[in-house]
DNA sequence: CCGTATCCTAGCTGATACTG
DNA sequence: CAGTATCAGCTAGGATACGG
């Protein structure tokens, strides 16, 4: 039953673990805004490393989500901006932030309660 | 600059890390049909283990988004249902597994082609 | 300024066996 | 049927140092 099953063909599973990562949300989210450059995304996304900034950067680059300009300049600049797969993107996922945003604190209740033992 | 930030009080890293996990969006997803026994969640979603099944059924119901109902029955039989806050999640994450769908073949591409050098 | 390379650890995950 | 317990492997992720 279950071996019949290849991730890699589920399309459900193949983005959302693509676009569901630790930071690929932050990232796709700050540049909603507009073109940035490394590191101004570093400094606008709380907590990252330049090693995570980087490879995610790279991941969203190769799902053809954002693009990646380089500017010969000394010293070298680079700019990162939302294809329009990216920008499409972000209308669902958009709404997943607005829904974050409007329903945290009713999670954290949640949570709460079953933590004091609410269950029954 | 980053230290004066608390990833808990962030909602969006806060609540995508509870339903972005591998197997959260599927266990919403195949909920949304109607309530569900963990057997045939169990065969529903693939490749999950008991395990870890059990393990995303509790973490779902302790955020408030999945109800747990046991019927002391011989042998016992549990069911599992989307309360309403699991069901206005699905609003946004259904949006988000449309998307997927409808764009797994673009980013599948953008990926050949990447990975094939066309960066430039 | 924009990365890469290397090392290292925490915790997620699966496999397996057992229980009420 | 619906879990729990335990153990081991893997890998995402962080720290650090270095390179173009």
């Known amino acids: 039953m279950a071996s019949d099953f290849d991730p ?3 399309p459900v599973r193949n983005v959302l673990d693509h676009i569901s990562t630790k930071w690929t949300p932050l990232i796709l989210l700050t540049l909603q805004s507009g073109a940035l450059r490394f ?3 570093h400094k ?3 907590d990252i490393s330049k090693r ?3 490879q995610s950067l790279r991941d969203l680059e190769r799902d053809g989500l954002l693009s990646r300009k380089v500017f010969p300049t000394k010293p070298p600049s680079v700019e990162y901006e939302l ?3 990216g920008l499409s993107v ?3 996922m958009g709404a997943l932030v607005d829904w974050a945003e409007n329903n945290f604190e ?3 209740s949640a949570r709460r309660d079953f933590d004091n033992g609410m269950q029954v």
């Open 8 to 10: 890699t063909m589920c």
């Open 44 to 46: 606008q996304v709380p």
């Open 90 to 92: 972000m209308v669902p």
């Open 52 to 54: 995570m900034l980087t």
């Open 106 to 108: 009713k999670m954290k």
């Open 83 to 85: 294809t329009e797969l």
């Open 39 to 41: 590191s101004q995304l």
